[in-house]
């Protein structure tokens, strides 16, 4: 009981954390038409330039500048770089975002140096929120928790209930008939560019101390989100959000479980083909489970679960 | 001697997402006749062009060529079968030449199937035939160039090659002469009356001198249905046909 | 016919005299890898060039077919099986194309950016499962073989590297042709259909799905190939080889050779030999160079490096090229070249500073001695670059060349 309520909230945490980096990403791809591979890169870069202004700063200012500092960053890779390579066609624009991507890791090596670098976790939101049974759950958990929580939910107040959210989801979908409207559409673009970025880069800021701030922090995550905005549906965040929420449990649950089919009892001849197969425990299988989802959903709904259109 | 039935459409119905766009369309084309099919704005007639050749599947009906029934077939196992159609807007592979869209539209039909063992050179039937083809439609002087490169009528004229090039016995001609001047729609009946000659063919028209000129039949389609199908002066006449157009012109 | 047989000896004419002009062993090691890559973007390049397939897992098919190879390698030196090690690629290429009949079958259901978002997923798939089976994979260490197994035959024991270049060259020579022949075959044709329109493929007869996949298989089976040699050239195959990341690395060298054309993939593949395994050995700024170098081809000549060379051909065929625009072109070049130079010296400065294994080392360049932590040298290259821009941007207005 106690194993699955805390593994529990930590799939939650985990989900959050996946759906405040996706959220950017759902919203560029929709924007775009293409990926964005760069995407983990502006997580990553959250993660190092809040380690540079807590440094000299401390944390909360960091919370605050280091998301703005990046999303501005992003805003202008998209105004003079993304947006001269938007009339070669969809695969330029993809390789762009894939050679940026390239070069961040490149650029916070150099910067930053190639090993880990110690991003810590504030002391005041160092220590336990509350013991569940004999567990401890971590404040800083419960912090990742309500900012997650709370930049969604002005997220979504935003898309929702004002203007200029209305006018980003008309241009989501239908940019020239906005343009046609008035708005000012590339500018519309560059803000949801930025603002995809910032979010990344907030979900960095508040991940980079609780797991490792390294160069490869960037691939790790990298791949995960794209499974979340396909199996979520291309624009949908509400799929989004529920991917993300499935993925975090799948991942944290399989973890945990250190179940192979060998150990709940089937056996078959210790040298027959099988026997690697049915030594696997669910946790050596858990890096697998994303992209058997993607792949599999894939081929059965490409629209994702609640997409609107294909790719 | 009747003429046996080459294309027969029974009860289509086709609605999306909830608006019923076909409601129980009927028709049939005798082998070697020349039908037109008119109609207002949102009348379904390319709806019915893509239910026909497989682009759309019809909730509700049968299609059925020379008797075999192709209502729930892939558009690549109609157009083996015979039917082959053209499109509204042109419709063809771009970085293609003009001579090599006509061949790839022949390769089916001469047998090559997926062989990727064997070269198909300047001097295979399926080249000489294109040649062929391309002469007919007057763009033999053009066969080099790549159909994206072509001017508007030469690729107008283009997608006529590609659609007649497998000598299909059953071709659906959607608004062929759309875009063009006086003199280029007269050039392309000639061209038309002159590729199809023997063949069935539905052709969706809205200048009505194209229509006269060609159809031996003309059917009129309102509002998913077709209302009538007939030959010119009895079309002319008819009530409905009179009702359906004056009350819009009425209507503006 | 005579007009295609020029170029193709010339090409045959290159590899063989290769060897030749850049005698040195690590010249050879280099070379031997650029044979393989080249297969291997020109494998690519029958999906994303002639087909419109952008794949992010071609990596896949190559890793899998040296697993093959090395496998059968293996055996053949166990004395389980008698197979000549001049036909083992061929083994590869056959591993690889089995694959594609596996995976093919469910990465082509879907076309566009579904299959690229499919094939990023099978990738990651496949290579997480190459980590979970040791037994078969090798796990982190991978597999390693042996390539010279049993009596030289008619002197060859691919012992030498020389050896092993020549195979791969070979190898490399036919497998090109059959990839060039293949174009004017009806597959090939229909495939550039479908790539153009493919619902239009589909209404003069031609199954879309069926198209791609048995492309898929074609371009598999060469990737395989390729596999295999560089399961005999580096006598070691690891997960690494199955990978995302060297998928990434294939699909950049076509792009940046450029994938409409033909022999893009040929200049593609040895451009990016030469920035991983050739820079390398002499900066450790490689990676950031062929980023930057990609993301600038990309903004400026996203039809890759082919695309220029064709442009230049024209010019130079068409008699346009008078003094005025040599001229211009040599102008360019003295403004663009003060522009790299700064950049390099910047940038090897910022990486000797930053990760140079010494603090206070100098950097080595061209056998100056330069003193990282100076200003001299920083003003120098901002000197460098902000004059070549300025030049460039004054020049801009005439109209610079390409």
Known sequence: ?311 | MTAAVALSLQGLHKAFDGNPILRGVDLELLAGERCALIGPNGAGKSSLFHLVSGRYRADAGRVTLHGVDITRQSPQQINRLGLARSFQITSLFPRLSAFENVRCALLWTLGYRYAFWRRIGRSHEASTRALAVLQQVGLAARADVAAGELSYAEQRALELAVTIAADASVILLDEPTAGMSRAESAAMVALIREVTVGKTLLMVEHDMQVVFDLADRIAVMDNGRVIACDTAPRIRANEDVQALYLDRRRHG | MKRLLLPWLGFALVLLAAPLVFPQSAALSLLSQMGTMVLLCLSYNMLLGEGGMLSFGHAVYSGLGAFGAIHLMNRMAEGALAFPMTLVPLAGGLTGALCGVLLGYLTTRRAGTTFAMITLGLVELVSACVLMFPEVFGGEGGISGNRVIGEPVLGISYGPQIQVYYLIAGWLLVCAIAIWALRATPLGRILNAVRDNPERAAFIGYDPQRVRYLALILSAFFAGVSGGLSAINFEIVSAEYVGALRSGAILLFTFIGGSAYFYGPIVGGVVGVLFSSWLSAYTQAWQFYLGAFFILIVMTAPGGLASLIDQGWRILRSGAFDTRMAVRAIAWLAAALPVLAGLVLATEMAYQASLGSLAEAPLRWWGWTVDVHAPLPWMTALLLMSGGVAALWCWRGQGGRS
């Open chain 1, 1 to 311: 009981m106690e194993f699955a309520l805390i593994t529990f909230l930590n799939g939650l945490g985990y989900g959050f954390l996946l759906f405040l980096l996706s959220s950017g990403l759902t919203l560029i791809y929709s924007m775009m038409g293409v990926p964005n591979f760069a995407h983990a890169s502006f997580y990553m870069l959250g993660a190092y330039v809040a380690y540079a202004i807590a440094g000299v700063l401390g944390f909360w200012p960091a919370l605050l500048i280091a998301p703005l500092v990046v999303g501005v960053a992003g805003a202008l890779v998209e105004h003079y770089g993304l947006r001269i390579v938007h009339r070669y066609g969809h695969v330029p624009e993809l390789l762009f975002t894939f050679g940026l991507s390239y070069l961040v890791v490149e650029l916070v090596q150099l910067v930053w140096g190639r090993a880990p670098v110690p991003y810590r976790i504030p002391p005041a939101l160092d220590g336990t929120l509350f013991t569940l049974y004999t567990t401890a759950f971590p404040v800083y958990r419960g912090f990742m928790l309500l900012v997650a929580a709370l930049m969604l939910l002005a997220l979504w107040l935003l898309l929702r209930h004002t203007r200029i959210g209305l006018v980003i989801q008309a241009a989501l979908t239908h940019p020239q008939m906005v343009e046609a409207l008035g708005h000012n559409v590339p500018r519309v673009f560059m803000l949801v560019f930025g603002g995809g970025c910032a979010l990344a880069a907030l979900a960095g800021v508040i991940g980079g101390n609780a797991f490792v701030t390294e160069p490869g922090m960037a691939a790790a995550v990298g791949s995960i989100i794209f499974v979340v905005v396909v199996v979520g549906g291309l624009g949908s965040l509400a799929g989004a959000f529920i991917t993300s929420l499935l993925i975090g449990m799948m991942q944290t649950f399989a973890v945990a479980l250190d179940v192979s089919l060998a150990s709940l009892g089937l056996s078959v001849a210790p040298d027959s083909a099988l026997a690697p197969l049915l030594r696997l425990t669910l946790a050596q299988v858990a890096p697998v489970l994303p992209y058997l989802l993607l792949v599999v959903m894939l081929i059965v709904r490409p629209k994702g679960l609640m997409g609107q259109r294909e790719g």
